[in-house]
């Protein structure tokens, strides 16, 4: 009993449950029921509570059945009324919507305007902010179509840091945006165009740049005096404001700047300025390559130093204008190459010149082109020791071409003394060379100076040597004992090497006479005597005292002395040669019986020669006839004696030494009658005296007195050499037998042949005896 009523009280808690709990949570109760073994039991339970719940439930209906059946009574009328109503809501609602359509028409319109005015407010503050943007970029296109890319570049960065944040995100705010690198790339691009096409416009107008800079110092240096380049540019005309000029003229500098500015914005100025040295690099070189012809004329030059003047000039503009794009020490670099190349191209090309009015030229070309480097603050000493180089090289052409003239010179003299008809003439002559010689000045006309053309001539061309060797000097920032020196050593080169190897030219060429080399010696005596004038006018040139304890003297004393002497001894060779000629005519009968009364034709026209050349001589120094005079003689002696040991004459007679005794006598006559001047006494007549003592012993037959004095200085044929009288006494002996020249004398001749037989023995053993 105790488990049922346990039974019972759960199923009464689970009764509970159903009735107080929500169906949905009534799942674990009635599962309980189920799990339980009690569950039929619970099940009646179940059906009897719900029996109660019905009874309980058909009580109340009963209750209020009645107040049910009124309450639809009453509802049943209320639905009359209810139709009408509903009929009178609809005709209210009908007419209403009537009349709100025109209401609602109008909200619609207000309601549309409100939209757009708010639109339209939301617009003009997107506008606001978008407009500026589009202004910009409108400004951009107007200057990238105007090619003003700096401005074009500040104001893409203006309008992609502030604008178009600002402007918000819009779709042509993405495209911008997206074509603001492109737009960047196009300006970087076109500025590098630009940059290139001034690098090319700059490397084409170098020439034109240089040529105005050199002009305007050319003119400065002719302003202040110095004239010797101005002549280098006779159609310049001077440029006021130069710089001024210069910049707006000639080359337009704003695509530098201009493409400076961009990378510089763009952060790319490194590479920038990278690219403009490298480039400005390469320029350079092919600036300072000279062409191969550039040494025929002057242009060739001028050419080459207006296109190196013109680079340095825009590079020295470009290193004052750009804050860095090139700096001292790059431009330094340069012109250290420049300047090597320079020299080295001036050096190579200078030495085929052999036009020294070219090389005159080209120094002052040389001149301007370093001042008006220096003008820019280059150093340019290298370029003046360069034309130090340069003068001796035009020295020697200068040697060259003055050889040309003295050659000419010589070659066109008639080597005769210059005539003179009236005053003015001698005025002439002798304003072109300084001659005084009061007795000619008192001359009546017409008179003669003593030297030839080719004296002033040559005097005059040695001026002018000195005056072409002072244009060089000119503007080199010489010193004037510098100047002085430099001309006294190319003047004493002048007359040591040039004259003097076209004098000796002169006096040695072909076919050279003798009143010639007589006229040269005269000459060269003038023109020795005026060396201290032309010292004297290198002193006035130069204002250089010619006492100055340095100064060079001129060696043209000593040129001119050599020459007369080389002169005076072509005149020895040439009276021998002229003597020899006359000896070779010489036709003696060596077996003659008898001697003619009379000098042989050959001599007597020898004699004849000799008088009329040394009456030529009486210009000449005293010293130099009376050499002439002995020298002639002694070679005449000389030749006569060899003529008659000649071994081609095999026998002589008495009567052929008879003859050629005639012929000395003629010989003798003529020196004691003292062609020349100034012999003391019988001094000439020494010539002649070997050959007069060995025809005395011969024709005297005086042998015993030879042999018995022979060496005692007091002998009377001192003169005669044993050997040269075996010689001839061998020539006298009769060695046939057979048609002897003796063979038709008397028996006194045969004697004498004896006592020949016995001279010949006695003086072999004189020979003999001295020979031990």
Not at 95 to 123: F, P, S
Not at 361 to 368: A, E, F, G
Not at 462 to 482: G, P, R, V
Not at 632 to 650: G, I, N
Request: proline fraction near 3%; aromatic fraction near 10%; include cysteine.
């Amino acid at each position: 009993m105790a488990q049922s009523a346990d039974t019972a009280a759960e199923h009464q808690r689970i009764l509970r449950e159903v009735e107080s709990t929500d169906t949905n949570c009534l799942g674990p109760t009635l599962r309980s029921v189920y799990d339980g073994q009690e569950h039929g039991l619970f099940m009646e339970k179940l059906e009897g509570r719900i029996r109660n719940h019905d009874r309980e439930i058909e009580k109340m209906c009963n209750h209020h059945f009645q107040g049910f059946v009124d309450s639809i009574t009453e509802l049943l009328k209320v639905r009359g009324e209810a139709q009408k109503l509903k009929g009178q809501v609809i005709e209210t609602n009908r007419k209403l919507r009537n009349d709100g359509k025109e209401l609602l028409a109008t909200m619609d319109e207000l309601t549309q305007c409100r939209l757009q005015q708010r639109n339209i407010a939301t617009t003009i503050d997107k506008l606001t902010h978008c407009l500026p943007v589009l202004e910009m970029y409108s400004r951009l296109q107007e200057q990238m179509r105007a090619k003003r890319y700096y401005p074009a570049l500040c104001t893409l960065e203006q309008l992609e840091q502030s604008c178009l944040p600002r402007a918000g995100e819009y779709r042509f705010c993405a495209i911008m945006a997206e074509n603001i690198p492109v737009l960047r790339a196009h300006i970087r691009d076109v500025s590098m165009s630009d940059l290139k096409d001034f690098l090319e416009s700059i490397r084409k107008h170098s020439d034109k740049i240089g040529e105005t800079a050199i002009k305007q110092v050319c003119v400065r240096e002719g302003e202040r005096g110095g004239n010797a380049q101005s002549r280098l540019f006779p159609s310049f005309f001077w440029l006021a404001g130069f710089e001024r000029f210069f910049a707006q003229d000639l080359v337009d500098f704003s695509p530098v700047y201009r493409c400076l500015h961009i990378y510089t914005v763009l952060g790319s100025r490194d590479t920038f300025e990278n690219y403009y040295r490298k480039q400005r690099r390469k320029q350079a070189r092919l600036v300072l390559q000279p062409n191969s012809n550039m040494h025929e004329t002057l242009e060739g030059y001028r050419r080459y130093f207006n296109q190196i003047v013109g680079f340095f000039v825009v590079e020295d503009h470009v290193l004052h204008t750009t804050r860095g794009l090139v700096n001292r020490a790059y431009v330094e670099e340069l012109w250290e190459l420049a300047l090597s190349k320079t020299i080295a191209a001036l050096r190579t090309h200078s030495s085929y010149c052999t036009d020294p009015d070219l090389i005159l030229d080209l120094k002052n070309l040389i001149v301007l082109f370093a001042d008006t480097l220096q003008g820019y603050g280059f150093p340019t000493s290298q370029l003046f020791d360069m034309l130090l180089e340069l003068r001796d090289q035009y020295g020697e052409v200068l040697l060259k071409k003055w050889n040309r003239f003295f050659r000419q010179i010589l070659d066109q003299d008639n080597y005769s003394p210059i005539p003179v008809a009236t005053q003015e003439e001698y005025r002439r002559i002798a304003g072109q060379f300084p001659f005084q010689d009061p007795e000619l000045e008192k001359m009546s006309f017409p008179k003669k100076f003593p030297f030839s053309e080719f004296v002033p001539k040559v005097y005059s061309q040695l001026k002018e040597f000195i005056y072409a060797c002072l244009k060089y000097s000119e503007d080199l920032h010489l010193s004037s004992t510098e100047i002085d020196d430099m001309i006294r050593k190319s003047t004493n080169l002048l007359l040591t090497r040039t004259l003097s190897n076209c004098l000796q030219y002169a006096i040695k060429k072909k076919n050279v006479g003798l009143a010639e080399l007589v006229q040269i010696i005269v000459n060269t005596t003038h023109l020795e005597m005026s060396c201290h004038y032309l010292e004297e006018f290198i002193s006035n040139i130069t204002n250089v005292p010619p006492h100055m304890v340095n100064a060079t003297k001129l060696y043209g004393t000593s040129t001119f002395k050599d020459a007369r002497h080389a002169a005076e001894e072509e005149i020895y060779t040439n009276l021998n040669l002229k003597i020899d000629q006359f000896l070779q005519l010489a036709d003696y009968d060596w077996m003659a019986a008898q001697g003619g009364g009379q000098a042989s034709d050959y001599l007597s026209d020898l004699i004849a020669f000799l008088c009329s050349t040394f009456s030529v001589f009486t210009h000449l120094p005293g010293k130099v006839a009376q050499t002439a005079c002995m020298s002639a003689c002694k070679h005449l002696s000389t030749s006569l004696l060899q003529l008659l040991l000649e071994a081609d004459v095999r026998q002589v007679s008495m009567g052929a030494l008879q003859q050629f005794n005639v012929d000395v006598k003629e010989c003798e006559r003529f020196a004691r009658a003292g062609p020349v001047p100034g012999f003391q006494g019988d001094t000439l007549l020494l010539a002649f005296i070997d050959l007069r003592q060995l025809l005395d012993l011969f024709i005297q037959w005086d042998w015993s007195t030879y042999l018995a004095d022979y060496g005692r200085p007091s002998c009377k044929y001192l003169r005669v050499n044993p050997h040269t009288a075996l010689a001839l006494l061998e020539k006298m002996k009769d060695t046939s037998r057979k048609n002897s020249v003796f063979s038709q004398f008397r028996k006194n001749e045969r004697d004498k042949q004896k006592l020949i037989d016995t001279v010949v023995r006695q003086l072999r053993n004189l020979i003999a005896a001295h020979q031990s």
